[in-house]
């Protein structure tokens, strides 16, 4: 008799299990959108960047679950330094932007905030957002390149998007300050055949760069220096290059990440 009644409890109970397990999950998907751009303050013209983890990070924050609420899952903008996300609940929310850019979010190293330039905002239906940002560098493919035997040759061109002076004393106020992390380390030279062209859409065959020790670059800031593709790029073929550079200063602060600034995309057709 007992083994009857503690069968029939089991049954029950798996029963009970088994219904929740068909539920229908009554919650709706989250359908707002955010979308938006990242803008040098000093120019109006777009941070160009990369798509991926190496390019500008957004993060948002969910304001209404507490001071405890984890982030929600971070996205990168595109290569023209657009952004969007159409899969967001609605709800209150901070938004955070960290890329090759001065932070907007300082503190230093006892946790006090030094500055705060993130935005709080409502998401409903389509929220648009502006940020204007300070960039390191300033890179431009100077010219049209040229081709010689499937090797492309390009003069670039890399100049400080925000002064030393201005850069030390944002930075050093957080901490842990060194005078190497204005030291331009290196220029990337990105081909493809995709127009998307960068680090993350780069075909190492023909992609190259330009490594520099120290400040060594210094005295280059401003001036155009000259890069090649490496290999033979097929002829009859379209590729698109951009050139990028980097100082030695991660953000966020301690993520190890050094984003690039990049230059516009260029099409180049191998004859």
């Known amino acids: 008799m007992k083994k009857i009644s503690i069968l029939s409890l089991f049954g029950a109970l798996l029963l009970t299990t088994s219904c929740s397990m068909f539920e229908v999950d009554n919650y709706e998907e989250p359908q707002e959108t955010i979308k938006g751009e990242v803008i040098d303050v000093?120019?109006?013209?777009?941070?160009?960047?990369?798509?991926?983890?190496?390019?500008?990070?957004?993060?948002?924050?969910?304001?209404?679950?507490?001071?405890?609420?984890?982030?929600n899952p971070d996205f990168y903008c595109m290569p023209d330094g657009t952004f969007q996300n159409?899969?967001?609940?609605?709800?209150?929310?901070?938004?955070?932007?960290d890329g090759p850019f001065i932070p907007l979010y300082r503190e230093n190293t006892e946790g006090v905030v030094l500055a705060d330039e993130t935005v709080n905002t409502t998401i409903?239906?389509?929220?648009?957002l502006t940020f204007e940002v300070e960039p390191f560098l300033n890179v431009e493919i100077v010219g049209d390149p040229q081709v010689s035997n499937g090797v492309i040759t390009a003069r670039v061109r890399v100049s400080r998007g925000v002064s030393?002076?201005?850069?030390?004393?944002?930075?050093?106020?957080?901490?842990?300050?060194k005078d190497?992390?204005?030291?331009?380390?290196?220029?990337?030279?990105?081909?493809?055949?995709?127009?998307?062209?960068?680090?993350?859409?780069?075909d190492d065959r023909w992609s190259s760069k330009i490594e520099y020790a120290g400040s060594s670059f210094n005295d280059l800031l401003g001036q155009e220096v000259t890069i090649r593709s490496n290999g033979s790029i097929p002829s009859g073929r379209k590729v698109f290059v951009r050139a990028a550079a980097r100082i030695n200063y991660d953000t966020p602060v301690g993520s190890g990440t050094r984003r690039w600034n990049y230059s516009a995309p260029m099409e180049v057709m191998i004859p």
């Open 42 to 71: 000093a120019t109006g013209n777009p941070v160009l960047t990369d798509q991926g983890s190496e390019g500008i990070r957004v993060r948002l924050t969910e304001l209404s679950w507490g001071d405890n609420v984890q982030h």
């Open 86 to 97: 159409t899969k967001i609940f609605k709800g209150e929310y901070n938004v955070r932007i």
């Open 124 to 128: 409903s239906g389509t929220k648009r």
């Open 164 to 177: 030393e002076q201005i850069f030390r004393d944002k930075i050093e106020p957080m901490g842990n300050w």
């Open 180 to 202: 190497e992390y204005l030291n331009v380390t290196d220029i990337q030279f990105f081909v493809s055949y995709s127009s998307t062209v960068g680090y993350r859409a780069r």
